[in-house]
T-cell receptor
Framework: DSGVTQTPKHLITATGQRVTLRCSPR?????VYWYQQSLDQGLQFLIQ???????AKGNILERFSAQQFPDLHSELNLSSLELGDSALYFC????????????FGDGTRLSIL | GESVGLHLPTLSVQEGDNSIINCAYS??????FIWYKQESGKGPQFIID?????DKRQGQRVTVLLNKTVKHLSLQIAATQPGDSAVYFC???FGYGQNFVFGPGTRLSVLP
């Protein structure tokens, strides 16, 4: 158990809809990262927050947004969903943002019908 | 659970043999590296890390080797067990504030 909690585990919705994925980092970790993993794809970095502030952006679509709250949990919002958004979405956390391993949750599997 | 990376390179080894998984990283300025293991239906699990001022680091049954000259990283697993079957990813980080870049992964299959 990594200590990172993601909810829900599975999410099924339709095109055009909006969903929110939630992540609780390990106790003491200040950084939260979001990744997307599709079939045949590696882990694609989306966005990082550190202690409530956005730290870095990767290949995140404009339809996607995230935030980190004062209690350090984070949410990833996906809107105007398309079939191609079907993927595993992982959250990871680390104590700081550099030179330390990220610890991953078990992901949210998003299926767009 | 649904498999990740259906078309990943696959390494098949006999149970009890040693495994070597290789990774070519992209940035010569990368200074921190991690190996992750991902089992079906789970998130990546940290195995071992190494910083660029080291060439080798050992853990329990695992060894990571770093060759900066050719930008190559390897993970050696001793006495491979069925529970080692998974997809293995290397990840590199270059510089403060930079995020990890993950390799495409290698599927390790342990044969009985």
């Amino acid at each position: 158990d990594s200590g990172v909690t993601q909810t829900p585990k599975h999410l099924i919705t339709a095109t055009g809809q909006r969903v929110t994925l939630r992540c609780s980092p390990r106790s003491g970790d200040l950084s939260v990262y979001w990744y997307q993993q599709s079939l045949d794809q590696g882990l694609q970095f989306l966005i990082q927050y550190y202690n409530g502030e956005e730290r870095a952006k990767g290949n995140i679509l404009e339809r996607f947004s995230a935030q980190q709250f004062p209690d350090l949990h984070s949410e990833l919002n996906l809107s105007s969903l398309e079939l191609g958004d079907s993927a595993l979405y992982f959250c990871a956390s680390s104590v700081a943002g550099y030179d330390q391993p990220q610890h991953f949750g078990d992901g949210t599997r998003l299926s767009i019908l | 659970g649904e498999s990740v990376g259906l078309h990943l390179p696959t390494l098949s080894v006999q149970e009890g043999d040693n495994s070597i998984i290789n990774c070519a990283y992209s940035n010569s300025a990368s200074d921190y590296f991690i190996w992750y293991k991902q089992e079906s239906g789970k998130g990546p699990q940290f195995i071992i890390d190494i910083r660029s001022n080291m060439d080798k680091r050992q853990g329990q049954r695992v060894t990571v080797l770093l060759n900066k000259t050719v930008k190559h990283l390897s993970l050696q697993i001793a006495a491979t067990q069925p529970g080692d079957s998974a997809v293995y990813f290397c990840a590199e980080q270059f510089g403060y504030g930079q995020n990890f870049v993950f390799g495409p992964g290698t599927r390790l299959s342990v044969l009985p």
